[in-house]
């Protein structure tokens, strides 16, 4: 059995502030450690519940937070930026299940901890066939696509919350209870760490649990930016239609495009980010 984990870092336990994200800002060196015990603790269970190999995706920030010499020897971990499907790359049909780890909820959720979708200072909301999604919606879509189900999401009660009323009783692991962006109650760390892995040897462990959410063909990903002037710059994509000052419309009859199309937009949106007026 193939396992596959994206692993982000802002719905770590004990990470709450922007800061802790950040490569050289203060406490981004313990967050990235409790990043690679939680990790370590879900490729236990994996392996418990008879995962034979296991593939991690390194999917926060610039993707090289996580350190091969420091996950379980038994996983393979895809590391570094720019990677075609962003937090979803090296996923295939081959794949049995997908694990998110360390997810957060989307932007604008006003109790979750650190929530945004993809580009936080681009993206100001992003709806899929008229249902607002974050990162959890746009990759378990795309996993959906591949055929592939998601069998456990750990992150914040938020992100919980939101996957449940995407993809109905997925198994959910939430590892702190959001007070606000930048506050949550923290669970103890060595509690947390045995809990990730009985809930993802018991989720791996029964497929019936899976949920597989696969969007329809055609689909369609409204997606409003933070500034006008980053909406001129992606409308350039030729299949971007500009459906306001700030809103811009994807349809395609391959979802796979459609999310390549939703990365593409937030690049050429950071391209016109103003380091003055925001």
């Known amino acids: 059995m193939l396992v596959y984990i994206s692993v982000d870092l ?16 203060p406490g981004y060196e313990r967050a990235v450690t409790l990043m690679h015990e939680e990790t370590n603790a879900v490729i236990e269970g994996a392996l ?11 999917s926060h920030w610039d993707m090289r937070n996580l350190r091969q010499e420091l996950l379980n020897p038994k996983a393979v971990l895809i590391s570094g930026w720019q990677k075609p499907f962003s937090m979803m790359s090296g996923l295939d049909s081959q794949v049995a299940a997908t694990c998110f780890v360390g997810y957060h909820s989307r932007a604008g959720t006003a109790r979750g901890v650190l929530s945004h979708t ?57 590892v702190k209870k959001a007070v606000s962006r930048y506050a949550a109650v923290c669970s103890p760390h060595k509690e947390v760490l045995s809990r990730l892995r009985a809930g993802a040897e018991q989720a791996l462990a029964e497929p019936d649990g899976w949920r597989l ?32 000052d700030r809103e811009l419309e994807i349809t395609h009859q391959d979802y796979a495009v459609l ?18 007026f925001s």
């Not at 802002?10 to 800002?25: F, K």
């Not at 418990?48 to 390194?58: F, H, K, P, R």
């Not at 607002?132 to 592939?148: C, H, I, R, S």
């Open 213 to 244: 959410f696969r969007p329809p063909s055609p689909s369609t990903l409204s997606i409003t930016m933070i500034d006008p002037a980053m909406a001129d710059a992606a409308e350039l994509l030729p299949m971007v239609l500009r459906r306001g």
């Open 259 to 276: 999310f390549r199309l939703m990365l593409a937009v937030g690049a050429l949106g950071a391209s016109r980010r103003d380091p003055y």
């Open 118 to 174: 993809y580009r936080a200072q681009v993206f100001f909301e992003v709806r899929l066939n008229g249902q607002p999604v974050g990162e959890t919606g746009l990759n378990a879509a795309l996993a959906g696509w591949m055929g592939v189900p998601v069998a456990l999401v750990t992150g914040d009660d938020a992100v919980c919350a939101e996957a449940s009323e995407l993809m109905g009783p997925v198994a959910c692991l939430p």
């Open 10 to 25: 802002e719905g770590i336990n004990g990470v709450v502030h922007s800061s802790q994200t950040q490569p050289g800002e």
């Open 48 to 58: 418990s519940a008879g995962a034979t190999e296991i593939l991690v995706n390194d």
